[in-house]
């Protein structure tokens, strides 16, 4: 009888236990879904209230500068009446970018944002001379077989690609096994020390010991068609001319051979637009015709500095300005610089080297 009665014990508490686990439970989640009720409600009622005070706002400022546009283009006249437009555009949400680019200064460059549909079509274009002043002193024909080809990407990145695989020493090496000074004895017995067997201490997974198939001095350089490179150069011409950027110069004579001078020019030639990124150097590749170098102890007074001789020597100090002769030009060096200036005698040079025929 008692062991029954324990058992019938045990039974009902452990069914009163189960039903108040199941209320708990219960009670639980009604407890959690009416706070989530909750919580929603005053999100959505607190995004209302912000949408309702944005737009409240937004009409108010609205109405403010619609009024004080008003009174300034009432009162205050021509200079009001632009400061009005501009919180009217302000106010309205509008971006004139059209004003805000032709308020950056771009010097003598005629920066076109967008490219011509008709780009490519190998047209003939005539462009300005300047003066290392700025000064309008005549006119150029840039022909369309060079400065109007199709911007093909691809050939400018498989030359540039070819340039800088050209351009680099391939100087780097490690030391093989074999290379490694020490011995080549056999560091322990084959058998009998219940170790791993050995050799010598130059393996590569020995500390150290030579490196296994690292790095050796060779030439990074690869073949590309003459064609290509030729072609490659066109292209970045003809992008420095489809995007405004090119710059003919009649001449460097008489510049005063000073960094200073050279800063200034660059300043009146391509303005805010060829300024490296920072704002602070300009950006720009200068190609002259051929010139020879000059020791500088062997220049004495400024009349001794040839034209091609001066712009070099002035442009040296200036971070982000290249200068090179015609022969150098390159499309690395013309697609990495933000402008592009050439003289007059470098682009007579420059078109007939690449008019002339590809030595085989």
Known sequence: MATIARRVARAAWTRGARFATATATTTATTTTTTAARAIATTAEAARGTTARWTL?????????????????ATVGGGEGG????????????RDDDDDARARVDAGVMRVRWTIAEGQGRGEDAVVPVYSFDGEARGSVELPGRIFDQPLRVDVAHRVVRWQRAKARKGLHK???????????????????????????????????GGTAHGPVVRSHAHALPKKVRRMGLKVALSAKAAEGK????????????????MKATLERLTGDLGLAAGGEFHSTLIIDGEFEEMAESVVDAEDQFGPSELVRMSARNLPHVEVLPQIGANVYSILRRRTLIVTKSGLEQ??????????R
């Open 82 to 93: 632009t400061r009005a437009r501009e919180a009217d555009a302000t106010a309205d949400g």
């Open 350 to 359: 420059l078109i007939a080297r690449l008019d002339a025929p590809i030595k």
């Open 246 to 261: 090119l710059i003919v110069v009649d001449s460097f004579a008489g510049m005063e051979p000073k960094t200073r001078a």
């Open 56 to 72: 409240d706002r937004g009409a108010r400022w609205r109405t403010l500068a619609s009024d004080a546009s008003t009174r300034a």
């Open 174 to 208: 490690t030391k093989s096994r074999g290379e490694v000074a020490g011995s080549t004895r056999k560091v322990r017995p084959q058998k009998g020390s219940g170790r791993a067997r050995v050799g010598n201490l130059k393996a590569p997974q020995m500390r150290g």
